[in-house]
């Protein structure tokens, strides 16, 4: 038994060549993960410009921004209102979407036959996912203000409008999360006799609630940041008012910053980034609230 | 016993849960409750321009009194906001234009009779630069003759002889937006007519002011508000309408006096007949009347002239 020399075996390869095209793809991979990085980054520089621009060169107080409501007049306008009105929107979604969109995919995951029809749903599910969000607006528009149901533009309607454009992300992850949960510890747990009910209930979702949550979160992160379902449910830009429940009139963060950019004076624009930051904070503050939730399940099964 | 301590914790989580909800709930009704007595709302919609006027006098209104009486003002687009109007789902219906046949119909078709009231002025504006010193004033048919279909002015002097001879640089807002469609009106006599050539449109106004204020030879049109906020980069054209002999410049004065036309725009707002009947529409009705001159400016409107506010309040007074 012979074994034919290195050079012999990969002569025909030139390998200093081999090692640039290494090198090459690596440096342009990290290009692009940084050209995104750069950009958010400017993004975010921009509007912390801007907003710093309104406490140094307009004189806004921050305390009196946050406990404004909407106003024409620029030095008296804050984003009370509309805080106050994608706080409930947002809480409302929330609610709604979990207990449903949790429910839908233990039943798609763990109870559902593999039929044709179940089949289609599944692969309907990632195709609503992918559906623009001003089409949710439009359909909540369409049936619950203009059509038989006529509950008007408040905000449970805005909430169902939000709830809708999250819940197939919500679903999806839900159901990756459950799938990623090994058989072996649900055979395990009928060995011993339990039945499926508890099984799901006591051995599945808390193995799978890491999964859910960050699936949960960043579909609710994405309903905080939503514009355009809000603006064809009858959102108020102005925000004068601070909705006090479900059935108050619409007020959104998104819409009244969207309002606040496009008036002629200079001091709305920078209003306008203060309530980006406004909406940023809160974002942030969601995930970290997210995180904590996340870890301290993923403790209690360990 | 690990188990049932499990299912302890579990049952905890879902009261909190429920409690949540009921809480919600609880809530909701509470918020209901509000209603009972007079209904102190009032829905107003339409034009998404003419929007923050109504918004300006509807603040004003609500800081004049005690109740807790509210103006929703949504601006989903003059069209859009005739859809709601003709339907009765809208007291008060803005709008940056007249009222088409089509929406007149359906509203003959619903039942539902209306007013219109003239409340408020927009002055479009002829932007220059402020090098520009040969422009005295531009008379409507100079304007013309720049922004004409098929306009064979292509430097200052075809335009007047004694202006430099050189090259214009003309800008104008896009065709989508209802500005456009006014000034080509009244300047070229018909909507969307306009020269296809040597020209630069833009969606936003401040591109046009960013624009002119870059070039002198430079000409654009867009609202007065932006050149209100501009006046150190860009100039305003008096303008002189035909037939007349005198230019006027777009000062508050002019405007408010019904002198600088015709690139003076009228703003609507539609009422509800039946609507009106409420106390609360009446007291803002009036109330918009009486002070829209002073709050419009505000927000980059004129309030219409005197004698068109008088007409106002005896249209109502016969309305009751």
Redesign the interface.
């Known amino acids: 038994m012979s074994t034919p020399p290195m050079d012999e075996l990969f002569g025909d390869i030139d390998l200093e060549w081999e090692h640039r095209k290494n090198r090459a793809f690596r440096s342009l991979c990290f290009l692009s993960s940084i050209l995104g990085l750069a950009a958010l980054a400017l993004l975010i520089a921009d509007v912390l410009w801007e907003a710093y621009r309104g406490v140094s060169e307009y004189d806004i107080g921050i305390i009196h921004f946050i406990t404004s409501t909407g106003s024409v007049n620029p030095d008296r306008a804050g984003m009370y209102g509309a805080l106050v009105g994608s706080v409930l929107l947002i809480v409302l979604a929330s609610i709604m979407t979990f207990f449903i969109g949790v429910g839908a995919a233990i039943y798609l995951e763990e109870y559902a036959p593999d039929t044709r029809l179940v089949r289609l749903i599944d692969a309907n599910l990632a195709n609503l996912a992918g559906v623009p969000s001003v089409v949710y607006g439009l359909v909540c528009f369409g049936l619950l203000i203009n059509g038989p149901l006529d509950l008007g533009r408040i905000i449970l309607v805005g909430a169902i409008a939000l709830a809708l454009v999250v819940l197939p992300i919500i679903i999806v992850s839900a159901m990756e999360a459950l799938r990623a949960v090994p058989d072996s510890v649900r055979n395990g747990s009928y060995a011993i006799g339990a039945t499926r009910w508890q099984t799901i209930r006591r051995v599945v979702l808390p193995a799978a609630m890491p999964g859910i949550m960050t699936g949960t979160i960043l579909a609710i992160a994405n309903a905080w940041g939503q514009t355009a379902p809000l603006l064809m449910v009858g959102a108020i830009a102005s925000a004068r008012h601070v909705p006090t429940g479900p059935f108050d009139d619409i007020t959104a963060l998104t819409v009244t910053i969207f309002d606040w950019a496009f008036r002629f004076q200079d001091q709305f624009h920078v209003l306008a980034a203060m309530g980006i930051v406004g909406l940023l904070v809160v974002l942030l503050g969601m995930n970290m609230v997210a995180i904590y939730i996340r870890s301290r399940y993923e403790k209690e099964l360990s | 016993m690990a188990?049932s301590q499990?299912a302890d914790e579990?049952g905890i989580t879902r009261r909190t849960t429920l409690a949540?909800?009921a809480g919600?709930g609880a809530?909701?009704v509470?918020?209901?409750s509000?209603d009972d007595g007079e209904d102190l709302t009032v829905e107003a919609s339409g034009s998404n321009t003419v929007?923050?006027l109504t918004?300006?006098v509807?603040?004003a209104f609500?800081d004049s009194r005690d109740d807790d009486v509210?103006i929703?003002?949504?601006?989903?687009g003059t069209g859009a906001g005739f859809e709601e109007f003709t339907q009765g789902d809208t007291t008060i219906q803005n709008a940056s234009r007249d009222i088409s046949e089509p929406e007149a119909a359906r509203a003959e078709e619903n039942g539902i009779e209306y007013t219109r009231f003239i409340v408020g002025q927009d002055g479009l504006t002829v932007y220059l630069h402020p090098d520009n010193d040969w422009v005295d004033y531009l008379t409507a048919d100079e304007l013309q003759q720049i922004y004409d279909f098929e306009s064979d002015v292509e430097t200052w002097s075809d335009v007047r002889s004694e202006w430099p001879d050189e090259d214009i640089d003309v800008w104008s807002r896009d065709t989508d937006s209802g500005t456009f469609d006014f000034f080509t009106e009244v300047i070229n006599g018909e909507a969307a007519r306009v020269r296809q050539d040597d020209i630069t449109m833009r969606q936003e106004?401040i591109a046009i002011v960013d624009g002119v204020a870059q070039n002198q030879f430079a000409i654009g049109f867009g609202?007065w508000?932006?050149w209100?906020?501009n006046q150190d980069r860009v100039n305003a054209a008096p303008i002189q309408d035909r037939g007349e002999s005198e230019a006027f410049a777009p000062t508050v004065e002019n405007i408010n006096a019904g002198d600088y036309t015709p690139l003076t725009r009228p703003l609507f707002t539609f009422y509800n007949n039946e609507d009106v009947s409420r106390q609360i529409v009446q007291d803002f009705a009036r109330f918009y009347f009486d002070n829209v001159q002073d709050?419009a400016l505000?927000?980059?409107f004129f309030g219409a002239p005197d004698a068109t506010l008088e007409e106002n309040h005896e249209t109502l007074d016969q309305l009751i």
Do not use: K, L, Y
């Open positions: 188990p499990n579990t949540t909800i919600v809530v909701a509470a918020g209901c509000d929007r923050p918004d300006a509807g603040e609500e509210r929703n003002v949504r601006g989903p106004t609202g508000s932006f209100q906020e709050v505000d927000v980059g």
